[in-house]
Each structure stands twice: as C-alpha cells, then as structure tokens.
C-alpha cells in the first residue's frame, strides 16, 4: 500500500484513507437532522493491517462506534483548499479545516487473514447484540497481495454471519499499479487479469438484488446484474468513494 495510487502522486495508503475519511463525512451529513443532531443509523468499525507488522488491529479508540460519537471526537483536523464562488461571478480559494479519523500507514506485510479474523469476531459480537440490523457491510480496501496465512476461507465465514435481515456483506476494493481499465461489480472471474483479483471476486458477496439498481445509478454502468458481486478493481479515488458509499444509500432508502 506504499506504492503510488495511479497518477495522484500519493499512496495507495493514502488513496484508501482518504477513501474512508470523506466515506465517514459524507455518513456524517446524512445522518445530520433538524438543528444539527447527528442520529445514530450507522455504527462503523476500522481495522487496520500490515502498517508495522503481521498483525490487524482495530483504529478507532472506541472500537465500533456510533457514527455521533465520530463526529464529535475525529483523531484530527487537518487544512484543506477549497474553492468558492467569490459572490461576483469568480472563484476565489480559500482554508477550510476538515476531520480526519484515520491516518495512511504502510508497510510490507499484508496480513489480510488476521484482517478478516479480526473482523468476524467483531461482526459476529455485533449482530448477537444487534439481531434485528440491517446486515453489516465489511469493505476491504487493500492491493490484494496477501502474506501469511490464506484469507479466503476465513471470508467464508464471515460472509455467513446473519441477522434477521440476511447475511452480512463483504466488498473488496482492490486497488492495483495495473494500468488496465477499472471493473466494477464483475460477475466472473474471467474478467479479472489476474490470480489476485480473482481470488478478491471470490472472497466478495453475490450484489443483493435491493442494490442493483442503485448501483447502475451511481456508477452508470447497465451490465450489473445479480451475478455480480460486490467488488471493485482499480478504482480511481472518486470511483472508490461511490463503490462504498453505494451500500448506506440502498440503507438509508
């Protein structure tokens, strides 16, 4: 996750906290009512893994946290351009100071089992306690070169964890140096260039017929079908931001 992230000039790691920093602002604004109570329809867990070490631990102090409690306690603030209408038909740029929960770290390793184990104990702690939810959603974010033990059949398990509701989901983001076109929910594994981001097809959720269509929106892409699965390879940064966000939208419907 070192490596550059297409033409941006910075990492993949930094691609992916970016990814997941403006995906938990924008929840934030939805969740936003009235005289700017933030409800709590989501609750959102972060693990991290490979930034030192061969191991995965979770990157919120609070471990699975309501989406309010976010908004009131960001791991930082960091100072953004942005650009706006000056009121006399320019633009003029100016400081805006935003939040950040999460911070990009690389390293060699991608411990992406214990990523997955890791998660499935807390998934699985959540939904005994939240039976009735909407399923969870897991989204990894990674270049799909796993080390260490094989992730696959752990992403078996995780994928049968239920609620009431039906089982949970698991998406895969993968991100690669490949310069090949993007794929966005692809429902073979043929059309994928390599044993990497097939397995990454494998390890993906079947799309819920409840989100075909909000992702043919999204996206704009009309060859999503219910074979697809949930799974994006080589998304640019805006790309990725929607691929997940796609989930909370057919959510919040």
Known sequence: ???????????KAQGAADALNNFIRTLILKCTKGEGEVRDYFEIAVIGYGAQSDTAS?????GIMKISDL???PLDRVTV????????????????EIPIWVKP??????PMAQAVNLAHQMISDWSNNHPNSYPP????????????????????????????????????????????NPVYFPNSEGSLPDQFAQKMFRMSSQIPSSMVSTAKEVLKLPGIDQNSRTMAYNADLISMIQFIDIGTRTTLR
């Open 81 to 96: 351009p942005k650009k706006i209408p000056d009121g006399a038909g320019g633009i003029v740029e100016i400081n805006e």
């Open 71 to 73: 908004e009131k306690h």
């Open 105 to 110: 770290e690389a390293g060699s390793n991608t």
């Open 1 to 11: 996750m070192s490596d550059p992230f297409g033409n941006t000039g910075f990492s």
């Open 137 to 180: 959603i897991l989204v990894n974010i990674t270049d799909g070169e796993a080390t260490g033990d094989d992730p696959e059949p752990l992403a078996e398990q995780v994928k049968q964890l239920t609620t009431s509701d039906g089982n949970m989901l698991l998406w895969n983001c993968h991100i690669t140096n490949n310069p090949s």
């Open 58 to 62: 979770s990157l919120l102090a609070g």
